[in-house]
């Protein structure tokens, strides 16, 4: 009798690896979600993503141009806020004054203008004023010894009264914005420009991730913040890089002032406005990743935290929800957010990723 031993096409055998591939496929997919979700980052993306989707079914006028236009300085401000923040939270510090500086900024830009200085030069001489502010802070917390925390609330209310001081508790309009017909070439760089805003914010959270992951400035900063002791044993000047910080952090909030005033052509001497922004910059740090602890933080995630915060209070606004029940919700926000980046956090521990 004879026997055929060719093999025949089957159609049975593609599924019968079928299933076994599709299994192997879901738990590529399953594999990569769960490395998605455990980056610093990916907790605050999905929620914030969930909450564009929600506003963008629920709100008709939330999805629109005009409305993403409403939207940039509810967060792109507070994004450069946070990224100055980032730092000094990694090395377990905080700075409560820049909501002071924030406002002190224009004021004295305003003022050296007045003195006969040019729009840039003036700039320039606010900005170097304010990371003097920054120095002093440091000295007191890394030199004299003193929590950053009563530092910062020291200089905060100071410089709050001195802003008071110097402007007589009257507003004042912005050096290089009042000009009849148009914007001028000033005022649509450093603020009043569209996009303007947006841009600086991208750039200088671009340039900070640079300055954190591929510079000793900021493997300088991890390693202060991870292990203070170890890393003085190892040759890092731990006072410099804490000043340091304070600096930057100090200096991102007085041009952000600048931005602001420049947008709106004028300014307020308002400590609860600044107050407000401070507790908003220091709030996307945190839900973007950063721990209060130190030793961890990444700057995106504080760009991606300030977004989730304009997009919440954008859409709650248009919804025209109360301003009581508005600081409700973003209360519920960073408790959430903050619930999330920590299980992330074990989660990340316990799998060994970095």
Known sequence: MAVDTG????KAEPAEQGPGGARALGSAAWTLVKRFLTLREGSVIVITVLTIVYFSVTLDKFATSDNFKTLLPY??????????????MINGEIDLSI???????????????????????????ALVCCMVVGLINGLFTAVVGINSFITTLGMLLSLEGLTLIISHAQPVDTPGTNVVGGLTTFSRTF????YSELIWALAIIIVLQIVLTLTRWG?????????RLGAAEAGVKVK????RNFILCSTCAAFVGVLEAVRTSSVQPDPSGANEILFDGISAAVIGGTLLAGGSGTVVGALIGALFLGVLRDGLIIKGVNADYLSFYLGLAIIIAMAANTYVGRVRRGSGVG
Do not use: H, M, W
């Open 219 to 227: 493997l300088y900063t991890v390693a202060v913040g991870g292990n």
């Open 7 to 10: 093999r025949q096409p089957s």
């Open 75 to 88: 967060f792109a401000p507070v994004a450069i806020l946070a990224a100055g923040e980032v730092f000094l």
């Open 99 to 125: 909501g002071a500086v924030y406002l002190f900024a224009p004021f004295i830009f305003s003022k050296i203008y007045d003195g006969g200085i040019p729009l840039i030069p003036s700039l320039i001489l």
């Open 240 to 243: 410099l890089v804490i000043i």
């Open 191 to 194: 603020g009043g420009g569209t």
